[in-house]
């Protein structure tokens, strides 16, 4: 149960789930006259989704990474949750902007927290790479919820996101659209290797190399030569 629990979490930071709430929420802030607000999220969101590609590409391709830190690109899930569940949830619950939209939006990125904190719990992400990835979408939604204007109604499309919401948690349709084969075909595709670097092959760069031990001095010294 705990397991599931957490793979319905993570689902609300995939790309199959979080795309259509993003073009469904998009249509109807536009539809209000938010359109400033829709171009700084896209433009925030291309940059966070390429600063993120761009990091596991060099990593599946050429192996950069920081073996340190377990760091081997972004994290996605997390990157798209903290930069979609705050601005869904101030736009949708708080349309008419206030004090309020403030702690509505805290509460988004708590639930992005949450998201984050199950790619690790799956073993899918280092501490490392899921705070980078919500550094990147925090600062898309802050920059997003900056420019968010009150409207006077709710949105037109608030209906649809709240059933995206409600599928979310429906246990059948928990599971998510991985794009890792797509990342590692086009790392591949640009590096000209025919296998990607794993986390295994970064970790092994914290292993001391074996030095050979020196030859042990002998007590019983060499006869001085043409002696017996």
Request: net charge positive.
């Amino acid at each position: 149960m705990r397991h599931a629990a957490w793979w319905m979490l993570t689902h609300l930071g995939s790309a199959g789930y979080v795309l259509p709430v993003v073009l469904l929420l998009a249509l109807g802030l536009w539809r209000a006259g938010q359109r400033q607000a829709v171009q700084v999220w896209g433009l925030g969101l291309c940059l966070a989704a390429g600063l993120t590609l761009a990091s596991k590409l060099l990593f599946m391709g050429w192996g950069l990474g920081v073996a340190e830190l377990d760091f081997t690109g972004c994290s996605g899930h997390t990157l798209l949750a903290t930069a979609v569940l705050p601005v869904l949830a101030a736009a949708l619950l708080t349309p008419a902007g206030g004090p309020a939209r403030r702690w509505v939006a805290l509460a988004g990125w708590g639930l992005a927290a949450l998201v984050g904190v199950s790619r690790v719990v799956l073993g899918a992400h280092s501490v490392s790479e899921v705070l980078a990835g919500g550094l990147l979408g925090s600062l898309c939604s802050a920059w997003t919820l900056r420019h968010l204007q009150p409207t006077p109604a709710p949105l037109h499309l608030g209906w649809p996101l709240w059933l995206l919401l409600a599928l979310a948690w429906w246990p059948q349709g928990s599971g998510h659209v991985s794009t890792h084969q797509i990342e590692t075909r086009l790392a591949l595709a640009l590096s000209g290797h025919e296998r990607p670097y794993t986390r295994e092959q970064l970790r092994r760069r914290l292993v001391p190399t074996s030095t050979p031990a020196p030859a042990a001095s002998s007590s019983v010294q060499d006869p001085p030569a043409g002696r017996p």
